[in-house]
């Protein structure tokens, strides 16, 4: 099977459009799998709004698709796993996988509401368990700058905890690969950090978008 890039920027940032499924095999090695994949908790469908501003003027149509219907079978979390020495898998309480050392988790410091107080993300990295507060809902969301982070996907997380993940993986992993990169944060955090990465999304919808956001200037790293 001879691969086409949806879009190659030149210095090792590459998307492709389709499913993972029939791309991953045709993909050389990486040093670390990134990725947030489906939960299967229907987060995507039509009456799902935004959440910012639980349930007030600003939600969001995030539009219809049913890539959510069901997480990922345990054949392909291996598959995806085995492309890279070392893996961060979001939403890893969701899958099959082995015991972990170290969790990353995410504290969305919600305040009192009936959404999740945290994320959880599971390595086979041999390291403590590491934390990052970054509030991403409400009128009180953080940003980097004078500018809120735009959200374009249902499940989109924030630049700066993508950002965070990618620096608890080893300073030699400079490859990256996301097979489910959804709007690209993850293709957008390794740009910043001046690594490599591969990115791979059923949506041509979230293609056109991931591309748009690399388009736009580097940001500083802070």
Not at 115 to 133: G, H, P, Q
Not at 170 to 183: A, E, K, N, V
């Amino acid at each position: 099977m001879a691969l086409t890039p949806y879009y190659d920027d030149g210095h090792g940032i590459v998307i492709y459009h389709g499913d993972c499924r029939e791309i991953l095999p045709h993909l050389p090695k990486v040093d670390l799998v990134l990725t947030d994949p489906p939960y299967g908790i229907n987060e995507n469908v039509k009456k799902q709004r935004s959440r910012q501003g639980h349930g007030l003027a600003n939600q969001r149509d995030y539009g219809t698709y049913d890539w959510d219907q069901a997480p990922p079978p345990s054949w392909l979390i291996e598959l995806m796993r085995v492309q890279a020495r070392y893996q961060i898998i979001f939403g890893g309480n969701y899958f099959i996988l082995p015991p972990a050392k170290c969790w990353l988790v995410w504290d969305k410091d919600n305040g009192e509401t009936d959404f999740a107080d945290c994320e959880l993300a599971w390595t086979n990295m041999s390291k403590a368990v590491r934390r990052i507060k970054w509030k991403w809902q409400g009128m009180l969301q953080e940003n980097m700058g004078a500018k809120k982070e735009e959200r374009e996907h249902p499940t989109q997380k924030p630049l700066e905890v993508m950002k965070w993940a990618v620096q608890q993986a080893p300073d030699d992993c400079l490859t990256i690969l996301d097979p489910f990169m959804g709007s690209g944060t993850t293709l957008r955090a390794a740009k910043d950090l001046g690594r490599k990465c591969i990115g791979i999304e059923l949506e041509e919808k979230y293609c056109e978008i991931a591309v748009k956001r690399l388009s736009q200037e580097v940001l500083n790293l802070t």
